[in-house]
């Protein structure tokens, strides 16, 4: 499986960006994808997942303000990121799993910055 994620940039506070992540290769084998993050100085930390079925979850950081969604006929998952504060500044990963939990891949990471 690969995975290329795209859509980061700079935004001011406030601002929305929208992440998308394409998979390919043995994506039949990809069940939960999701979204992790890593600041500056900072360990990466998950943020959303999605399985195949549509059933999301969220860290508490970025609940209501973010939303994971994901077109299987496309092979992308994407995160939809409103209402971004600078502490959401970070380099952004998407990530596959199996039906076991097993990672897959993990994207090449994209850099979302926000200006306060």
């Known amino acids: 499986v690969q995975l290329q994620a795209s859509g980061g940039g700079l935004v001011q506070a406030g601002g929305s960006l929208r992440l998308s992540c394409a998979a390919s290769?043995?994506?039949?084998?990809?069940?939960?994808m999701g979204w992790f993050r890593q600041a500056p100085g900072k360990q990466r930390e998950w943020i959303a997942t999605?399985?195949?079925?549509?059933?999301?979850n969220y860290a508490d950081s970025v609940k209501g303000r973010f939303t994971i969604s994901r077109d299987n006929a496309k092979n992308t998952v994407y995160l939809q990121m409103n209402s971004l504060r600078p502490e959401d500044t970070a380099v952004y990963y998407c990530?596959?799993?199996?039906?076991?939990?097993?990672?897959?891949?993990w994207g090449q990471g994209t850099l979302v910055t926000v200006s306060s």
């Open positions: 990530n596959a799993r199996n039906i076991l939990g097993t990672t897959q891949a």
């Open positions: 290769g043995r994506i039949g084998s990809i069940n939960i």
């Open positions: 999605i399985t195949r079925d549509g059933t999301s």
